[in-house]
């Protein structure tokens, strides 16, 4: 009922930047927190990067400083500016949200995108 898509991943050098987009649709009545995770292989999915509606943001301490998060409620797209990249960031990138349906009963969704490949060359 709802789906994420992800773009913007790719094939960069150490110290460039990337930016990823994250478009929810589907029938959305709002979205709360949205997100950025990372996973490699045979490790966990970890969070990169989190922003509330209201615009509260949470980054892991790997990414602070270096990676910004920002999203358009009007567009329900979420963004994640990845600059100063290092061979660490490489993985699949997914986003996430949560939010509201659109639906006579009150329900809630907790979705995932497919993922876009991020690799960094050193």
């Known amino acids: 009922q709802v789906q994420l898509v992800e773009s913007g991943g790719g094939l960069v050098q150490a110290g460039g930047s990337l930016r990823l987009s994250c478009a929810a649709s589907?029938?959305?009545?709002?979205?709360?927190?949205m997100g950025w995770y990372r996973q490699t292989p045979g490790k966990q999915r970890e969070l990169v990067a989190a922003?509330?509606?209201?615009?509260?943001?949470n980054y892991a301490d790997s990414v602070k400083g270096r990676f910004t998060i920002s999203r358009d409620n009007t567009k329900n797209t979420v963004y994640l500016q990845m600059n100063s990249l290092k061979p660490e960031d490489t993985g699949a990138y997914y986003c996430?949200?949560?939010?509201?349906?659109?639906?006579?009963?009150?329900?809630?969704?907790?979705?995932w995108g497919q993922g876009t490949q991020v690799t960094v060359s050193s």
């Open positions: 589907g029938s959305i009545f709002s979205i709360n927190a």
């Open positions: 996430n949200a949560d939010g509201v349906l659109l639906s006579a009963v009150t329900t809630t969704f907790y979705s």
């Open positions: 922003i509330t509606s209201g615009g509260t943001t």
